[in-house]
């Protein structure tokens, strides 16, 4: 394990200070100290400092990838289960594999590699939906903090329209979600943060939604839960609440749109809907590869941040069938593409709009922008070291010569995968090199 006091790496850095800005600190040497940074100086001119480490050429650090939504139980059937729409898919496939998560030693062992397989793919952060029962979501609790990961992670909630045997009744519900705030926040590890979670409207009745929201108020907890995400989710909802003309107006009226929720999709959202959300410092979580496979429309990054919303980037395990952020920003780019193909709207992004997305955004949606998101003094390092000089059988893509930083770094955004990232950083902690876990010290 590497040690957490002081320690320094001398290269090139690339982060997105600004949307759509992608800076190179170009040979500078960062100090870390107690997992923080606590100098950034240009390497020319800076002593050489002790335990210092020289990244090699075509080797960068970029900040860790933040997740804004995953379901960490479908992480068992991901790349399966991909032939239906939503409401048949959560009956068909999801509900099943959540309630498997009752036997504690196969929980164990998936959310084991669940946690691994998204390290491996450099989301230092995620933004985790567990399931219905307390007990599993404790045991993946503890595999975030075993494994060294920073998470935002919520016991799902939800007391109607659901099976006979994955339903809970309201008060238990109330009772599991506060017993699942108090048990993350008794562990005081200030990297993992408890989150209220009503699934979505068609599944929580309006007296847990209210009794959820006062959960939230009375920890500071951030909450998350789904929003407009296609046609047959915003129908059922009309048909429940009839009075309320949209999903926002009924996550509005239970108190559940604070400062510190994550909405996830909103691709059906009006303008008047953004609006209120981004009044009310709510975020949305784009997921445009699960919206492409559940969804019945294109969310508008563009849009949505012009009109003040915050967002990030997730990739919506299960219904995303891939756990890799670099593909989460692709499927960014491909998807304005797409709205400007229809013509829906004016603007594609780049990939250096979906990088901002899959860190500061992320980092602002998850209210930790001060924390992570960039390579700034008095920011935590949570960071990938990627190496681009992987190429032929054991890498993704080639460098050909001539080729400068900027574009081998483009190449790793666009082409690369988990085998470019030879180091993962949580909290300046070494928590993955090459194929080590070198927090995990149990055996699996
Ligand atoms: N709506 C309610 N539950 C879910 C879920 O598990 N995944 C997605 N994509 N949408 C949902
Ligand atoms: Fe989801």
Known sequence: MAAAGSHAFRGTFYHTPAYGQLEALRDVVVVIQDGRIARIASGAEEEAVQSEFRLSEGQYFVPGFIDTHVHAPQYKFTGTGTDVPLMEWLRKYTFPAETSFQDLDAARQRYSLLVKRFLANGTTTAMYYGSLHLQPNLVLVDSI??????????????????????????????????????????????????????????????????????????????????????????????????????????????????????????????????????????????????????????????????????????????????????????????????????????????????????????????????????????????????????????????????????????KFINLGDDRNLIEVYVQGVCVKRGDVFLLDSSVE
């Open 145 to 410: 903090e075993r494994l060294g990961q920073r998470a935002v992670v919520g016991k799902v909630n939800m007391d109607r329209h659901s099976p006979d045997d994955y339903i809970e009744n309201t008060s238990d519900g109330l009772r599991d979600a506060e017993a699942f705030v108090t048990y993350t926040l008794d562990k005081k590890c200030s990297r993992i943060q408890p989150c209220i979670t009503p699934r979505f409207i068609p599944t929580c009745t309006p007296e847990l939604m209210k009794g959820l929201a006062a959960i939230a108020s009375k920890y500071g907890c951030h909450i998350q839960s789904h929003i407009s995400e296609c046609c047959g989710e915003v129908n059922c909802v009309r048909e429940m609440h009839p009075d309320y003309a949209s999903d926002a107006a009924v996550f509005e009226e239970m108190g559940l749109l604070t400062s510190r929720t994550v909405m996830a999709h909103g691709t059906l959202l009006s303008d008047e809907d953004i609006r209120h959300l981004a009044r009310r410092g709510t975020a949305v979580s784009h997921c445009p590869l699960s919206n492409f496979f559940l969804g019945d429309a294109f969310f508008k990054v563009n849009h949505a941040l012009s009109l003040g919303l915050k967002v990030g980037l997730g990739t919506d395990v299960a219904g995303g069938i891939s756990p890799s952020m670099l593909s989460a920003q692709r499927m960014a780019v491909v998807n304005s593409r797409c709205l400007r193909a229809h013509k829906l709207a004016k603007d594609v992004i780049t990939f250096k709009e979906a990088l901002w997305l899959a860190t500061v955004g992320g980092a602002q949606a998850l209210d930790m922008s001060d924390r992570v998101g960039t390579f700034e003094v008095g920011k935590e390092f949570d960071a990938l070291l990627v190496d681009t000089n992987l190429g032929g059988t054991s890498g993704p893509f080639d460098v050909f010569p001539g080729e400068d930083d900027d574009q081998r770094f483009e």
